[in-house]
């Protein structure tokens, strides 16, 4: 089946740090791959996704690349701001023709202190 | 505002007691769906709708029925509450097929059924 392995949080960074965090699927098919942010008491929000293969998506500073041969999706983000602070959760979806159900990983907790 | 309402935000359950959880969109998406969310587990899909009349089954239904009348609406009931539902129940919709779109989630129900 259809899964997602994020790293495990909390990860905490001080501000303006670099940041990753790291992704891997297993799918059937050719999926699109999402990164969904979740500040605290809210739904989540899409942050960036990518379609197919090499395929880059990016939002806010936040980059991830569709990594076919490596069947990842990292996070990454140059220089990460206190407001950042949320979960992050890595997700696919296949069109499966007759619907397009997301499978999430786990999420991943960022704390970004002063 | 458009997007993904949700209704109620809290709610407190006796075991046993049943009620439904309330989700409209005005994004005239066909594509609905629920999760839920738990510690450690990250989002679950429980129904999804591809749309009006038209409902399946996600990875964890037990205890939960849905229907989907109207393109709009798509309501969670659950029949007998037990405390293994307590959980954050979050609505989604997308275009579809949406894989490639992403979703709009809604604030959340956070349940607890005591």
């Known amino acids: 089946g259809n899964s997602v392995t994020q790293m495990e949080g909390p990860v905490t960074l001080s501000e303006e740090a670099f940041l990753t965090i790291n992704c891997t699927y297993t799918?059937?098919?050719?999926?699109?791959l999402f990164w969904y942010v979740q500040y605290p008491g809210e739904g989540l929000q899409l942050l960036l996704k990518a379609t197919k293969a090499d395929d880059k998506g990016s939002n806010k500073g936040f980059e991830a690349t569709y990594r076919k041969e490596t069947t990842s999706f990292h996070l990454e983000k140059g220089s990460v701001q206190v407001s950042d602070s949320a979960v992050y959760f890595c997700a696919l979806s296949l069109n499966t023709g007759t619907a397009s159900k997301l499978t999430f990983g786990t999420g991943t907790r960022l704390q970004v202190t002063l | 505002n458009a997007g993904v309402t949700q209704t109620p935000k809290f709610q407190v359950l006796k075991t046993g007691q049943s009620m439904t959880l309330q989700c409209a969109q005005d994004?005239?998406?066909?594509?609905m769906s629920w999760y839920r969310q738990d510690p450690g587990m990250g989002l679950r899909l429980i129904h999804y709708?591809?749309?009006?009349?038209?409902?399946d089954q996600g990875e964890v239904p037990n205890g939960y029925n849905v229907s989907r009348s109207t393109t709009e609406d798509f309501p969670l009931r659950l029949l007998s509450a037990a405390p293994s539902q307590t959980s954050v129940y979050f609505c989604?919709?997308?275009?579809?097929?949406?894989?490639?779109?992403?979703?709009?989630f809604g604030s959340g129900t956070r349940l607890t059924v005591v």
């Open positions: 989604a919709s997308s275009y579809f097929p949406g894989g490639g779109r992403g979703y709009t």
């Open positions: 709708s591809v749309g009006a009349g038209i409902t």
């Open positions: 799918a059937t098919g050719y999926p699109s």
């Open positions: 994004m005239n998406h066909e594509y």
